[in-house]
């Protein structure tokens, strides 16, 4: 048992500093695909358009409005247009870590290579599905928040289904505590994994 915490100890430190580096060059491209991937989704469930999105250092900005025409009984046009400003590196900060400590766990693993591949693949689609789902419930969220400005907004909105307060809390859990422990729940995946395969 020792020196396999040796050995995994010792795989992560030489992976980490390549991996970071990856990560640096890659972060911006996988933070944008995020995060208009789900912004896009939200606000065509709600028959908002993304008009335009564009970075700015670390962030992105989108910008949505409504496409049906919002009118009052007198005609009068009462359209919105907003822009959310969303900072992915609050949800993948951890990214080199985790992928250090699947590539260390798959390295060290006495499994056969076709078992190594599956393990390091679902570990990918894991952590990929959880910054997706983080994303797409801050997006209806968010969406959800821009109700509260005025009561066409509402009408306009509530004509579909409203992420509820529950779906809020479980964005803020995986927002705020998931995302800090996503290298040790990925670890854990990978080392169970391996060891049954044993």
Known sequence: MRSSIL???LAFLLLFGPVLVGW???KEYYNYFITSSTFHLAASYYKLIPIKSSVHGKEVVFTIKNEIPLRDINGKSHDFEFDISIDMEAVTFNVPLTLSILLAIILIAKVPRQRKWEVFLTGIALLFLLHMASMLLF???TIKAI???NPYIHYYIYQHFVAGELLCAIKDFLINYAARFEPF?????????VNRSR
Not at 185 to 193: G, H, N, P, Q, R
């Open 7 to 9: 050995k995994l100890t």
């Open 185 to 193: 729940l990925i670890a854990f995946y990978a080392w169970i994994t």
């Open 147 to 149: 109700t509260t400005v």
């Open 24 to 26: 640096i060059y890659l």
């Open 139 to 141: 997006a209806l969220c």
